[in-house]
């Protein structure tokens, strides 16, 4: 069992940038992947951002150049860098972890990217 905390939601103006943060409750070289997903509101979760333990990453094309998927291994936490951020990242970001063939998800914290 893993538990995901995220954190680092917030308020920002497009431009704008945000940290989010997801803490794992096991270490995190025990986990295969972590992720980023978001929902806005009507449409369906999507991936935003992966790292594997072997430190490859990925990034929806909608995001590259802009976010950047990295973890802290001595905090077993995970992070979404957001810069220059757009109304239409406004949505609610959920963490993912992968470890064992199986997938975890935290309870998600809200973007809202609005002047």
Known sequence: QVQLEESGGGLVQP????????????????????????????????LVAGITSGSMTNYADSVKGRFTIFTDNAKNTAY????????????????NAERLGMDFWGKGTLVTVSS
């Open 80 to 95: 979404l860098q957001m810069n220059s951020l757009k109304p239409e990242d406004t949505a609610v970001y959920y963490c």
């Open 15 to 46: 431009g704008g940038s945000l940290r989010l943060s997801c803490a794992a409750s096991v270490s995190i070289f025990s986990i295969y992947a972590m992720r980023w997903h978001r929902q806005a509101p009507g449409k369906e979760r999507e």
